[in-house]
């Protein structure tokens, strides 16, 4: 409009800096993320499938089990096909190298246990960086294959392949966010936890404070339990079981034809990485050797990833007790490393993951733990 390049020429450098204020700060990921636990109440496994329910009569081209382009009712949602080729250039839909690179998550725990008196299943999981409907895509899936709408091979060639997989979306009722990890903050903020339980598992420093007293976690699960039994009563009254057993039973199954495809694709992407992964086990063993002879910490001697799989294998949070423990382990490797007469039989030099999980569970995690904490 008019007087906009004067105007513009006033206010350029400090809308430019209001801009960049206003703009949020991409944080950087750290080794040890804060973790968040969620709840969801799966539905109860229905053992006979229904008629699937009516279609819209309209159609549109879209590809069938031949492979060539057949009739599909438009106004179907995009969950019945699992996985389909695209009707114009007859290949399988993908994801980009670019999505999948940029959400992945990581899962250290699943426990499936009883509510009290709803006669539904508690689903807990915990992990880091919750993707959009990444708990209700996993709950549906697994519902799915528990009352044989789906096969349970077609979670693995889903994780195997970019080829675009529409899993079953379960219901959002149920699901909520149980608590946050706070056990990993800068010292500037203050150490924390959000209750004595993570305080604990997490071996909070004594210079942190716990943000729930025990009144104030005892409110906090009897709240969980009324809501879990509201939920239970939804999913009743609201009919979100029949809804959803419905829904279960419209999804069509690849057939044979596309499985066998399917095993091909990921059969040779299998291969394909195994020799990048050859390579990579090469360099990590260089890497975890030189560290072993110049290192002084547990950086670059433990494998890669062994501190996620720590946690998954004792339920663990990103915390000092993550630490303290590898700590621990390093300064014993690198002891065995000087004095090979030491290391434990059956151990190799240096050990991979499953090993020194073994070893931990010889020696115990409490041991190594406090070993670590003395050391640090």
């Not at 009569?57 to 031949?66: H, I, K, M």
Request: hydrophobic share 40%; aromatic share 6%.
């Amino acid at each position: 409009g008019k007087g906009g390049k004067g105007k513009g020429k006033g206010k350029g450098k400090a809308g430019k800096e209001k801009a960049k204020k206003g703009k949020a700060p991409v944080p950087e990921l750290e080794e040890d993320p804060i973790a968040d636990e969620a709840k969801e109440l799966p539905p109860k496994a229905v053992a006979t499938r229904n008629d699937a329910p009516d279609v819209v009569a309209e159609c549109e081209d879209s590809v069938g089990e031949d492979g060539k382009s057949a009739a599909t009712p438009l106004g179907e949602p995009p969950w019945l096909d699992i996985c389909a080729k695209c009707a114009k250039s007859g290949m399988w839909k993908e994801r980009p190298p670019e999505v999948l690179k940029h959400t992945q998550t990581t899962m250290w725990m699943c426990i499936v246990e009883k509510t009290h008196n709803t006669g539904f299943l508690r689903v807990r999981l915990r992990g880091q960086f919750f993707l959009y409907n990444q708990i209700r895509l996993m709950i549906g899936t697994a519902a799915a294959v528990a009352r044989g709408t789906l096969p349970e091979e077609l979670i693995e060639l889903a994780l195997q392949l970019p080829v675009e997989m529409h899993m079953p979306l379960a219901p959002p009722t149920g699901l909520f966010q149980r608590t946050s990890g706070f056990s990993m903050l800068d010292q500037r903020a203050g150490f924390a936890a959000m209750d004595a339980e993570q305080a604990t598992l997490c071996m909070l420093p004594d210079t942190g404070f716990v943000l729930c007293d025990s009144p104030g976690t005892e409110a906090a699960e009897a709240f969980v339990l009324r809501v879990e039994a509201e939920v239970a009563r939804l999913w009743r009254e609201a009919g979100e079981v029949e809804m959803f057993s419905k829904k279960l039973d419209a999804v069509r199954v690849p057939p044979p034809h596309i499985l066998a495809e399917l095993r091909r694709l990921a059969a040779e992407a299998v291969e394909r990485e195994s020799a990048s992964k050859v390579h990579q086990a090469e360099n990590d063993q260089r890497r975890r050797r030189s560290s072993l002879e110049e290192g002084c910490s547990f950086a670059g001697v433990m494998p890669r990833r062994f501190a996620t799989a720590l946690m998954v294998r004792y339920r663990l949070i990103p915390s000092w007790r993550v630490s303290h423990v590898q700590h621990a382990l390093a300064e014993r490797l690198r002891r065995w490393s000087k004095q090979p007469e030491e290391r434990p039989p059956g151990l190799s030099s240096p050990p991979e993951t499953s090993e020194l999980l073994d070893y931990v569970e010889s020696v115990g995690l409490q041991a190594l733990a406090e070993e670590g904490q003395r050391d640090a």
